[in-house]
């Protein structure tokens, strides 16, 4: 494009070709998010009801009050936040070995393959009833295969092992993507690097992490910031597990509740748009801290 | 030492990963088999049915189920469309994003990455009353307007990194060759194009699958409730005491569809994920 001062007929064509091309996914995807995100936002500033349509009234800030001084939205935002940590961290390095026996691997690739997408392409809510019956005590296994644990142990009686049985539901069904985008990025590490330093006499573990990691920087990082995202957002696997008992309640299933449960629009709008707000400060920090840069990882850097 | 961990390591990593993904798999498809008074009885416990084995039982009275017939329909119909629809439209975006200069190419990603993040549950409330006032609610096209929001980016990202791959100058090189540029593009462009679309579409697939939020909110009738959400409100909303087998057969049929989908397409689906997202 050396000639882009010069707008020729061409250029302009081509410009707004682009842009009619790009235009109805722009819509499409806007339709469905940005709009009712605004509408969220008015409605937020209102006593409604479903159950009593008509006496809607304007309340302002009141239903942001209510729920930034109530407890249960800090202890719902601190479990959703641990919730994402610990899968995340989980996965990270789960997906990094799988990722790594993939890359080197030279058998049964396409069993692996395949083995690796099943967890994948599942429904969450199938992972969630499967290991919710394994982990109940009646009818599951995992009590009797872990020894640590008695055989009568209720998983789900109490928040800290029910949070511990929804994490490996959701450990499970996405450690594949994690690792798979870590593929990708275990891809791009030049062979001749580590070879060179294997010369110099540098040891596995030395390899690792002098080389390997630093070089896939990028792919870690985009990886955790998707799995991340997604992790805060975490609901299916709590509604099938749990239905929100013993405190596992997360910040989507909370917001759910107030909507669909008890029918309160004004404040389940109002926890809409606190969970989105949060969702881009958690975006926002990641971003920050760990330096991400979505283009360079993507080659146009 | 580590010469033996070297030779052994391999074996072992691929054996950790076919157990981790197989065992549930395989545990739910056992607890399918199982008697179903037996697992409410809890008299059954363990990884095997052995002595409450019930045969196709669970098969056959899931499939009875009126409402379970319904929402694996739905869930296809739904799935097939929005997939469709939603290809179309990222594979315009993306020919536009991978070989057209225009203004606001950044945008267009930067706001496909947005929705890729966006927490869907937020939506809840605007969606649920709005699709109420336009009588979307409780309707196919209820679900797939969302879907289709929810695959675009995705759609959007695989097919734009897999069209910047492609030798474009091929197309030229048909036509100086005497092929009309409807021959080109038939003959050169779309076997190369081809494959990632169709990783996109798997993608699509997937998502709209296993979508849950939107199933369970945005329906109320078998009208248009699609499987995920069926297969919660199979018996009551009382997490702690389901009939375990039948779920679990029902699960199982749920799974089939992507079963065989991973079986025959696992090289393209890798592929996809793994250029679609990071691009070196």
């Keep these: ?301 | 030492m580590s010469r033996m961990l070297k030779k052994l390591g391999m074996p072992l990593g691929v054996l950790l990963i076919l157990v981790w993904c197989l065992l549930p798999v395989a545990w739910i498809v056992s607890l399918s088999f199982k008697d179903a008074a037996a697992v409410t009885n809890g008299t059954s416990p363990g990884f095997f049915p052995t002595d409450a084995f019930a045969g196709w039982d669970n098969y056959r009275a899931a499939w009875d189920n009126e409402q379970f017939r319904r929402a694996i329909l739905n869930s296809l119909g739904i799935s097939l469309i929005s997939t469709f629809l939603s290809v179309v439209l990222a594979t315009l975006a993306a020919y536009a994003i991978a070989r057209l200069e225009f203004r606001g190419k950044k945008l267009v990603l930067s706001i496909a990455l947005a929705i890729a993040m966006f927490p869907v549950v937020a939506l809840v409330s605007p969606l649920f009353d709005l699709w109420r006032t336009l009588g979307l609610y409780d309707t196919w096209p209820g679900l797939i307007l969302p879907y289709m929001s929810f695959t675009l980016p995705l759609a959007i990202w695989t097919l734009s990194a897999f069209f910047r791959e492609i030798p474009w100058e091929m197309e030229q090189a048909a036509q100086v060759d005497g092929a009309t540029s409807w021959q080109a593009f038939r003959k050169v462009i779309v076997p190369l194009a081809a494959p990632g679309v169709f990783t996109a579409a798997i993608l699509t697939f997937f998502f709209a699958w296993n979508d849950f939020v939107f199933g369970i909110t945005l329906t109320s009738t078998e009208n248009a409730r699609p499987i995920p959400a069926a297969l919660s409100f199979f018996v009551g909303s009382d997490p702690f005491n389901r009939p375990a087998s039948l779920l679990a057969a029902g699960a199982v049929i749920a799974t089939v569809p992507i079963v065989l989908i991973v079986l025959v397409f696992q090289r393209k689906i890798v592929a996809g994920l793994t250029s679609g997202a990071v691009k070196g």
Excluded: C
Excluded at chain 1, 225 to 250: C, H, K, P, Q
């Design chain 1, 1 to 301: 494009m050396s000639t882009a001062v010069v707008q020729t007929d061409r250029a302009k064509a081509e410009n707004r070709l682009g842009q009619r091309l790009v235009a109805p996914a722009i819509i499409v995807m806007l339709v469905v998010t940005a709009f009712p995100i605004l509408r969220a936002l008015y409605l937020s500033f209102y006593n409604y009801s479903l159950a009593a349509p008509e006496d809607r009234e304007f309340v302002g800030l009141s239903n942001y009050l209510t729920a930034l001084t109530d407890q249960l939205l800090w202890r719902d935002i601190a479990i959703t936040v641990m919730y994402m940590v610990v899968t995340v961290a989980i996965e990270l390095v789960i997906g990094f070995v799988f990722a790594m026996v993939m890359h080197r691997v030279v058998f049964a690739r396409g069993v692996i393959r395949t083995s690796i997408l099943i967890p994948y392409g599942i429904i969450t809510v199938v992972s969630g009833f499967a290991w919710q019956f394994a982990f109940t005590y009646q009818n599951g296994f995992i009590n009797n295969w872990l020894p640590f644990v008695g055989e009568k142990f209720n998983w789900f009686g109490e928040t800290t092992p029910a949070v511990v049985a929804i994490m490996v539901s959701e450990i499970w069904k996405t450690t594949p993507f994690m690792s798979l985008l870590l593929l990708a990025g275990l891809a791009q590490v030049s062979e001749d690097m580590i070879e060179a330093a294997q010369v110099d006499g540098a040891s596995w573990w030395q390899r690792l992490w002098r080389v390997i990691l630093p070089n896939m920087r990028a792919a870690i990082m985009v990886a955790v910031l998707f799995r991340a995202l997604d992790a805060y957002r975490i609901f299916d696997n709590i509604f099938v597990m749990t239905g929100g008992a013993v405190g596992t309640e997360s910040i989507s299933f909370l917001t759910y509740r107030q909507v669909i449960e008890q029918f309160q629009l004004g404040m389940g709008s109002a926890l809409s748009v606190l969970l989105f707000l949060s969702v881009l400060l958690v975006a926002f920090l990641i971003v920050k801290l760990f330096k991400v840069d979505l283009a360079q990882a993507r080659g146009e850097g």
